[in-house]
């Protein structure tokens, strides 16, 4: 089993949806959660990021944790076809453990 | 502008070449990384340093090699022995002790004719 797992899409939704990104962890000893947005032939970047679990929000974001499900997730309010992306969910154990990124969802938001 | 420059964006390489992948940063960062990501699959981890003159192999160092001479730079070197060079490879760098926060390159494309 891997350690996490997304379903990498594509995604189509139309401008100004809600759109749900998800991802699944199999070891309840992650205890960092993060999400990045990669655009086509760029390096990643880091959009939100949460310790334990809870929501945690930032304008049109919101990101998720269920550490009884072992389950995240994060949510795009208003999509924009600028929120077109891959977007990368990542855990971690502790601050100073390696990174485990999931394979992307990609992402098409369509005007 | 503080942040990571990864050089070139495009590189190729024939049989049995050595390439250098170059990431420099100026975030005044101890943290630096090594990722390969190929299509469908997740960052995978080649190489890490947390310290200048130490680094440690990551789940897939077969084939890299990587030297951390000065704080701000962390090539990559990917050998003859590396039998499927071709992916995007990405540096990142983070505070020591905050390594859920990393900063990307925007990455160099590897190709092999």
């Known amino acids: 089993q891997k350690e996490v797992e997304q379903d990498p899409g594509p995604l189509s939704v139309p401008e100004g949806a809600i759109v749900s990104l998800n991802c699944t962890y199999s070891?309840?000893?992650?205890?960092?959660f993060m999400w990045y947005r990669q655009y086509s032939r760029k390096g990643p970047e880091l959009l939100m990021y949460?310790?334990?679990?809870g929501n945690k929000e930032d304008g049109r974001f919101t990101a998720q944790v269920d550490k009884s499900s072992k389950y995240i997730s994060l949510f795009i309010r208003d999509s924009q076809p600028s929120d077109s992306a891959t977007y990368l969910c990542?855990?971690?154990?502790?601050?100073?453990?390696?990174?485990?990124f999931g394979p992307g969802t990609s992402l098409s938001v369509i005007p | 502008d503080g942040g990571i420059t990864q050089s070139p964006k495009y590189l190729f390489r024939k049989e049995g070449q050595n390439v250098t992948l170059s990431c420099e940063q100026n975030?005044?960062?101890?943290?630096m990384y090594w990722y390969r990501q190929d299509p469908g699959q997740g960052l995978r981890l080649i190489y890490y340093s947390q310290i200048v003159n130490d680094f440690q192999k990551g789940d897939i160092a077969e084939g890299y090699s990587v030297s951390r001479e000065k704080k701000e730079s962390f090539p990559l070197t990917v050998t003859s022995a590396q039998k499927n060079p071709t992916a995007f490879y990405l540096c990142a760098s983070s505070i020591k002790g905050e390594e859920e926060t990393q900063y990307f390159g925007p990455g160099t494309r590897l190709l092999v004719l």
């Open positions: 070891n309840s000893a992650f205890q960092y």
């Open positions: 975030l005044n960062h101890d943290a």
């Open positions: 949460t310790y334990s679990s």
């Open positions: 990542a855990i971690a154990k502790t601050s100073y453990d390696k990174v485990i």
